[in-house]
């Protein structure tokens, strides 16, 4: 067989397993199949083929679906803009999809397809949510088409895989090929619940729209969900954009490949016209991805808060994107069993985006690994998790388990100033070996710690004390139960808003919860009778109020822009909803349009040195809290 027929057979075999929910291989091999074709058959109809099309009911697009070039060098980005201003936004990592409006009302959906048609997705949007009316003046009433993505966040995506293995199906392993794994489900659609719709893209004839800014505006005035998106003008605004973006990849709600360029301008977006295969006034930003091979030196065995065993391969140092890297995490017994990976064996890895590196796929095997039957920090036997997915420590005095119970506590309820190697000493001098414990701290027994001296002692036991009244969700989380996330935790709140409430919930109650399954609600109560309930009577001894949701909810923030930077004691999502739940908009560069600049350390950021040459305000978050 030529390399050329090799390459188009296997890119449309990885095609196929992905969109039907079982690739093997990762997005970044796959994208390097796809170059190679590109430089020996540039003209390949695999190339152009955008999606996978089944042999099902297809729609012609109305507008053909094109799929964006791509640039993986922000220089490449800025010739290419040849200093057009543009609109730039997250690039959702999901499955396409485009919705027909007749008369304002929604009539179908369907899949990218192959560009020209698309499957009919209309059933599977019967469970997600988007709006189904047009309701603003430009749109109301009209023949409209709306692209976007469908997604799933992240807390979502656990909720899913949960539900699933309630369903006794199997428990999905990869957010990244679920979406596409549930629009070819033939049963099951109700799990479409656990989906979003992001819109990015809009048609109407009878319309006039001149730039990319109207679409999104339009957008979410008919309340859809769009992506993260601002206005840039020139290098050093994309360059903003690219280090918010970095350092976004791994904590945002969703999956993103990329970002997307669109010409702000719409005649001139148009006038730029299309190649066979992708508009010219659109583009995709993507990171290079690298792939390295190297030999698993040694498993390192670990075990976290929850008494799940850990597994990082240690590995011979390899370059990888301009670094060396020495480790990478196995995630799971069953990964390490699934993927035959054992000490000795060759493996690859790949880095993309400048973050944590990966393991991709084992190239030489090297026998079975035996997986440990002792903990490797109490001694005690090592049972399967229910899902069959974890190795489990069951011994709930195990030190490394109780150490991190204690530390997830501290960082859930937000208590500042001590860091592991404090954390370490304070329990080996059994000064807090609970939680509870903290509350009981003093100034003089901790000063005398390495190096800790009075002025951080005081300050440490200051910070506890501020922290001393916690909301019921922030409990929950800080309870640092397996799967009982802050999302999770806020669902649970909102019907259980007090500990009392939640006491007579049995594992049925807690079910109805849309979105929570049997093992969630059992990890729930199994630890509530283990450790929660007397915690929070200790709790509450020691002067600690936890109190019901008060979630402000106004709009004290509306028609404000703000833009978060700096070291922060929340979390920068924490911050960005509670400016949303008040009526507030966040972006991430600031421009004439900031009201806002939140920052703790005004002098040491770049973000902040802009907001003073603009005038902006600049205030820390404590101020923005007491607004
Ligand atoms: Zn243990």
Redesign the pocket.
């Known amino acids: 067989m030529s390399k050329q027929k090799e390459l188009e057979k296997k890119i449309i075999y990885h095609k196929q397993q992905y969109y039907t929910g079982r690739a093997e291989i990762s997005d970044a091999e796959y994208d390097n199949l796809e170059e190679e074709l590109k430089n020996i058959a540039p003209d390949s109809y695999v190339l152009s083929q955008v999606g996978f099309t089944f042999e099902t009911k297809k729609i012609k697009h109305n507008y053909p679906m094109l799929s964006l070039d791509k640039r993986r060098n922000p220089d490449e980005i800025i010739s290419w803009m040849d200093g057009e201003p543009c609109m730039v936004s997250y690039k959702m990592d999901g499955s396409s999809a485009s919705l027909v409006y007749e008369n304002g009302i929604f009539k179908l959906a369907k899949s990218r397809g192959d560009g020209i048609f698309g499957e009919n997705l209309t059933s599977y949007f019967k469970y997600i949510k988007f709006p189904a009316i047009l309701f603003c003046d430009p749109l109301k009433g009209k023949t409209v088409e709306i692209r976007g993505e469908v997604c799933i966040s992240r807390n979502s995506f656990y909720l899913l895989a949960d539900k699933m293995s309630s369903k006794k199906l199997e428990r999905p392993k990869s957010i990244r090929n679920i979406v596409a794994g549930l629009l070819h489900k033939k049963n099951d659609l109700e799990l479409c619940t656990y989906l979003d719709f992001i819109a990015y893209e809009l048609f109407c004839d009878d319309l006039k729209i001149e730039t990319e800014q109207e679409k999104f505006n339009i957008l979410e005035c008919e309340k859809f969900k769009t992506p993260w998106h601002t206005s840039i003008k020139n290098k050093t605004e994309f360059n903003t954009v690219l280090e918010e973006y970095q350092n976004s990849i791994e904590s945002g709600d969703y999956l993103t490949d990329g970002l997307v360029l669109a010409i702000n301008n719409l005649k001139i977006q148009r006038d730029r016209g299309i190649t066979a295969h992708h508009p010219k006034g659109k583009m995709a930003f993507k990171f290079k991805s690298d792939v390295a091979e190297t030999t698993i030196e040694n498993i390192i065995v670990d075990?976290g808060r929850t008494?799940k065993i850990t597994f990082v391969a240690q590995l011979s140092p390899v370059e990888l994107s301009g670094a060396t890297v020495r480790n990478v995490t196995l995630n799971n017994a069953k990964y390490i069993e699934n993927n035959n990976i054992n000490t000795g064996c060759q493996i690859e890895i790949t880095r993309s985006g400048e973050v944590i590196p990966k393991y991709l796929k084992t190239i030489k095997e090297n026998g079975v690994y035996e997986l440990p039957q002792q903990?490797?920090?109490?001694?005690?036997n090592l049972e399967r998790s229910v899902t069959g997915i974890d190795l489990m420590?069951k011994?709930f005095k195990?030190?490394?388990?109780l150490k991190g119970k204690i530390a997830n506590w501290i960082d859930v309820t937000g208590i500042e100033n001590i860091g592991p190697s404090t954390l370490d000493r304070l329990y080996d001098l059994k000064l807090v070996t609970t939680p509870i414990d903290l509350y009981s701290l003093k100034g003089e027994d901790i000063a005398d710690i390495d190096g800790l001296g009075k002025k951080s002692a005081d300050k440490i036991i200051e910070n506890i004390n501020t922290s001393k009244n916690l909301k019921f969700a922030t409990f929950l989380t800080a309870l640092g139960i397996d799967g009982l996330g802050k999302g999770v935790a806020a669902l649970i709140a909102e019907k259980y808003p007090s500990f009392e409430h939640l006491q007579s919930a049995t594992v049925e109650d807690l079910k109805s919860i849309n979105g929570i399954g049997e093992i969630l609600a059992g990890n729930l109560i199994d630890g509530m009778n283990k450790f929660g309930s007397e915690l929070y009577k200790d709790l509450l001894s020691k002067g600690v109020k936890i109190t019901g949701e008060t979630v402000k909810k106004g709009d004290v923030f509306k028609d404000k822009t703000f833009v978060i930077t700096g070291k922060l004691s929340k979390s920068r999502k924490e911050i960005a909803d509670f400016i949303k739940q008040n009526g507030g908009k966040v972006t991430g560069s600031v421009s004439k349009n900031t009201t806002f600049l939140v920052c703790n350390e005004p002098s040491e950021s770049s973000k902040s040195k802009k907001a003073k040459s603009l005038n902006i305000s600049i205030i820390s978050e404590d101020e923005l809290f007491k607004i």
Request: glycine share 22%; with cysteine.
């Open positions: 075990v008494g903990c490797p920090s109490c001694g005690g420590c011994n195990c030190t490394a388990q």
